[in-house]
């Protein structure tokens, strides 16, 4: 079997998603997913991944992972690693599909058949638009009931303003975790190097109407986005500690572990780290350092399956929990749940039921099944799901390819119309 095309699929209406498709000469096409400048990312994959995979056997995985490790971006979440990572997923959706089994089961099979999932409270067009990751300006004041009538999970809007609402929604689909940002506003404001009493006081009202209305029931997920300096993040998690919160996820920048491993030994609180390391010797350093206590990673910027499944390894050694980030898309979603329900030290699975009762289905065949606050991996061969084909028909679909017959040759400029 070999390679004979590696082809790029962007959106305009989801401008950070984007798809990679590896063609085989048997018929055989893997698909991966990764976000965020999703045109360097496929830029990227045609110039430099394109011409040393095409040819080459695609089930030469670990080969493929090294030899795509080139000159820059060894262990950041950079351009070359978030396509590094797309690829690999791509690879494995290959192997599973010649092997006719779940990617799950290639890794050693499930330790689990499902995962207890917590929501990020995210809204619909969270990724869809904007690269603005932070809180409404203007929230929405409708009613849980109202947003799920309407088709959509509005919880963006809905934690700033009706946490406690949000917290009973969610308990009503048996979901017992969320994770909220309320102190996103606050750093903007100071940029992340003081936050006021007052403040403080408003961004403690999320967690205290969560905890009114529905006590412990529910775990608390705090993200803090890397975007607060050393003191003003120990500050935060001293006020939020008697609400119990379940963790304190990237309190610091990750480029200095030194003092994550300060802000760790501050709280009794588990810290969360971090979606924003890439591959195994980032994680190590981390682990080394005992500056987490729960290892968070993105299999779509990390490295792919191949370092998802080292990374969590990596982390049982050192007796703790890891899990997979997902705020992406939905190949991220079914690549998550692979590793999940695969790696004994996983306790939790992120999602976001925003994306997935919305747009997820959008883009892809089939979707994990989600039910009573578990989700459940797919099935099918590899990935166990593709692009939906009516996706690819629509005029603000980007495709790109660089073949096996036409490697080498003068580049022609990207093609912005459809292809036929």
């Known amino acids: 079997m070999k390679i004979t095309e590696v082809e790029t699929v962007l959106l305009d209406e989801f401008p950070n998603l984007v798809y990679v498709r590896v063609h085989t000469d048997e018929g055989i096409v893997g698909l991966g997913e990764t976000f965020f400048t999703a045109e360097a990312v496929a830029s990227w994959m045609h110039s430099m991944a394109a011409p040393y995979l095409l040819g080459k056997d695609p089930l030469r995985i670990e080969q493929h992972w090294l030899g795509l490790n080139g000159f820059i971006g060894f262990n950041s979440t950079g351009v070359e690693m978030r396509a590094r990572s797309a690829i690999d997923i791509a690879l494995w959706d290959i192997l599973g599909q010649v092997c006719r089994q779940p990617i799950h089961q290639l890794l050693g099979g499930a330790v689990r058949d499902r995962v207890p999932i917590y929501n990020t409270c995210a809204d619909s067009n969270y990724v869809r638009k904007s690269l603005d990751r932070y809180i409404e300006k203007n929230p929405v004041r409708a009613s849980a009931s109202a947003s799920k009538a309407a088709g959509t999970y509005e919880d963006l809007q809905a934690f700033t303003t009706r946490a406690d609402e949000l917290a009973q929604s969610l308990l009503g689909e048996g979901i017992r975790g969320m994770k909220i940002w309320p102190f996103d506003p606050f750093a903007e404001k ?4 003081s936050i006021s009493a007052r403040d403080l006081s408003t961004a403690l009202k999320p967690f205290e109407k969560i905890r009114g209305a529905v006590g412990d029931q529910m775990d608390i997920m705090v993200e803090l986005h890397s975007m607060w300096d050393l003191p ?101 979603f079914a690549v998550a749940l692979h590793l999940s329900v695969n790696a004994p030290n996983t306790p939790v699975q992120e999602f976001v039921r925003a994306f997935y009762s919305n747009w997820y289905k959008e883009l892809v065949t089939e979707l994990p099944k989600v039910s009573d606050g578990y989700a459940y991996p797919l099935t099918g061969p590899g990935l166990g799901t593709q692009l939906l084909k009516e996706r690819l028909s629509r005029p603000d679909v980007h495709q790109r390819s660089s073949k096996l017959a036409t490697v080498g040759r003068a580049k022609a400029p990207r093609n912005h119309a459809r292809k036929s």
């Open 232 to 332: 003003t993040a120990i500050k935060i998690a001293q006020a939020l500690e008697p609400l119990k919160p379940a963790w304190f996820e990237d309190p610091i920048k990750m480029d200095d572990l030194g003092a994550l491993a300060k802000f760790a030994g501050s709280t009794r609180v588990p810290t969360a780290a971090s979606e924003t390391l890439a591959t195994r010797w980032s994680f190590r350093d981390l682990l080394e350092r005992r500056a987490a206590g729960m290892v968070i990673f993105d299999p779509t910027w990390a490295g792919g399956i191949s370092e998802g499944k080292k990374i969590a390894s990596m982390a049982e050694a050192y007796q703790l929990p890891a899990t997979p980030h997902d705020c992406v898309g939905p190949v991220s």
């Open 190 to 193: 100071s940029g992340g190097h």
